[in-house]
């Protein structure tokens, strides 16, 4: 009678398992009588591992991707109106927003700020795509991706936040719908890349955060440290005050506006050094300029020994120039050079008001 043996074929595995699905065949040879027990590797694959799901069963990455190519969609609108000179849109409070798009804010180290939120939202955008398995960058990463979204999430945040706060204590009163947005855009896309994360790798890596925080915030200080003034530094020298001669023919327009504004006692002020309201003259014209309540805030010179003249302190002047406009309902304060029908609109000034001179 013939014996029966078995052999048992044993794989050594790797540690990562392969993709595909063990199952095992049954063979029996019919001279030996031996049974063999073979492990083979299905042609199934084994699907990959789901992306982590949002709040609104989005995918993270995606719905970051979405948010940074919003963001890339404003900063390159803004881009392009600084370049070009163009005036903005501002859907919400009028042409106010333009005072703010155009002040010293608007730079960073020489450097328009919506082209620095262009390479941000765009990093944003290509890092999630990156991330959600497009391997748009090759070399790079699970572990980097998040990294690098981690860093660049909390500056924008961070940089928001100092914004926000520039613009309730510079800008007091006025409505800037793009910086609300960018803001709104930066603090979500922080939040989404926290989540993504996890809490447990967020508080092993808060110090690092932190130090990222500081930096955006004392580089930002050293920016704007003068800002607040256009003044340069005086300690030890003095300038006399001079007359900018205003070389630009005011339009019927702007000389209606001007009549207007000094009807209703709104009040420029300015400094004789300050480009700005030498630019905000030029854009009323000579004739009308002649017109407008002007108050020189430094008629006695600036520099060491010369101070502020007390119609400009009173009022509380931080930046030149500034335009205090009493409308019917409410007080306006605007800081910065104003385009014409941002003041047309505080002033709630007709057209037809006046009639051409």
Known sequence: MASTSAALVVFRLPLRRPAGRFSTRLQRSGMSGQVRFRAELSPQEEPEPPLKPSDLGVPTSTLRAGLGALGFLEAAYLTY?????AEAFC?????????????DYSFIFGLPLPLLGMLAYGSVALLSLQQS????????????????????????????AYFLYILSTKFAGTTCSYCLLSALLSFSLF??????????????????????????????????????????????????????????????????????LRSIGAKMYGAFWCSHCNEQKQM??????????????????????RTMASECSSVGIQGFPTWVIKGKLSLQILSGEQDLQTLAEASEFVADEFSPS
């Open 284 to 305: 009323f014209g000579s004739e009308a300029t002649k017109v407008l309540d002007y108050v020189e805030c430094f008629p006695n010179g600036a520099g060491k020994g």
């Open 191 to 260: 939040f989404i890349t926290l989540k993504d994360i996890g809490f447990e790798e967020v508080r092993n890596g808060i110090g690092l955060q932190l130090a990222i925080a500081g930096v955006v915030v004392v580089a930002l200080t050293n920016t704007y440290s003068m800002a607040d003034t256009q003044q340069p530094v005086l300690s030890d020298i003095t300038l006399e005050p001079y007359e900018t001669e205003i070389t630009n023919q005011s339009t019927p327009l702007a000389l209606s506006l001007a009549k207007h």
């Open 91 to 103: 859907p919400v409070g009028g042409g106010s927003c333009g005072g703010v798009l155009n002040s």
């Open 133 to 160: 398995g497009k391997n748009l960058i090759s070399g790079l990463g699970e572990n980097d991706t998040r990294f690098i979204l981690l860093v660049t999430t909390t500056s924008m945040a961070t940089a928001s």
């Open 81 to 85: 109106v600084k370049f070009t000179g």
